[in-house]
């Protein structure tokens, strides 16, 4: 198994995990205002992953500090408007809306890093922009609330930070695990700050939404945020992008098992064509091709 397909299996288990943080969110809004959830996920899941890992931390540089401080400022905004957007959107509609990071992160990488895309992550970019638009049309007319707009921002203020990933782990002087951690500590400071200014801090009050919010920052905060930035060492940002476009099928599962919401047929036909450009993107196809002619024609012998 090569690197790439290493890296991208752990970035398949993160899109898991965020699937599932829709729903989770959505629970704990009822007792946590939105920053200071945000602040909870985030310096939770920085201060477990410290206290496991103290010895790996203790050398971080400067350059890796910097580069984390401004993935922060990116993911305040990813979660300014994922977190804002499903209060005023349906749990499916979020995980879709979110996942246009997977259209906007080439196109950005293309304008600013100058990267042109492969043919293949090109037909699995408009796989995926086909997808969602089926999994969010409505009445042949994609109807836009104030959530799903927020919704919008994260998706790419998400594209950014994966861009701001992809430039920082390619450097020998920044640590991509320190970085995946550090990174939890400035975001969860700057919504701690926000909570202050903005908002009445107050901590959950039963013990269901307690267990939202832990596994929350374990699992779809710290655990999830420093996969990404170990496996971006091994795969690009539109790579990267084209499987967390399965965020929403995975959302869209856990909103009809657990939240009760049913989608169309339609919807999963757009699900079915966003897993079908993932094989498109992993798989080579011409190979494939090619060494099943070739047994085709041996067997024929």
């Known amino acids: ?52 890992a103290f010895p790996k931390l203790k050398t971080v540089n400067k ?88 919704c919008i921002m994260a998706a790419f203020a998400y594209a950014v930070d994966l861009l701001i990933t992809e430039t920082a782990v390619k450097k020998e002087e920044v640590n991509a695990f320190q970085l ?27 013990a269901s939404v307690w267990s939202a919010v832990l596994f929350l920052s374990i699992f779809c905060t710290g655990a999830a945020f420093i996969a990404q930035a170990v496996a971006q060492q091994y795969t690009s940002a539109s790579h990267v992008g084209v499987i967390f476009s399965l965020e929403p099928v995975f959302a869209g599962f856990v909103a009809f ?9 339609q919807a999963y036909i757009g699900a079915a064509i966003l897993v079908s450009s993932l094989f498109i993107m992993e798989l080579d196809l011409p190979k494939l091709l090619q060494k099943l002619l070739n047994r085709l024609i041996q067997s024929e012998r």
Do not use: H
Not at 2 to 26: C, E, H, N, P, R
Not at 124 to 149: F, H, P, R, Y
Not at 186 to 200: D, K, M, P, R, S
């Open 180 to 206: 995946g951690v550090f990174q939890l500590g400035f975001t969860g400071i700057y919504n701690l700050v926000l909570a202050f200014l903005i908002e009445t801090p107050a901590l959950p009050k039963s």
């Open 1 to 52: 198994m090569t690197k790439q397909m290493k890296a991208d299996i752990m970035l398949l288990m993160v899109t898991l995990f965020w699937g599932i943080s829709y729903w989770l969110v959505d629970l704990s809004l009822a007792e946590v205002r939105p920053f200071m959830l945000n602040a909870l996920r985030f310096l939770i899941a920085f201060f477990v992953a410290g206290a496991l």
């Open 257 to 265: 098992f657990l939240a009760g919401e049913i989608l169309t047929t």
């Open 63 to 150: 350059a890796t500090l910097k580069y984390s401080a401004l993935i922060g400022v990116a993911l305040l905004f990813v979660y300014i408007g994922a977190t804002f957007g499903v209060r005023y959107t349906s749990l499916s509609n979020a995980g879709f809306l979110c996942a246009l990071t997977v259209v906007i992160t080439p196109v950005l990488a293309f304008a600013l890093l100058k990267q042109k895309p492969e043919k293949k992550l090109a037909v699995a970019v408009l796989m995926c922009l086909i997808g969602i638009s089926l999994l969010t049309l409505k009445e042949n007319a994609i109807q836009l609330a104030l959530g799903d707009l927020l």
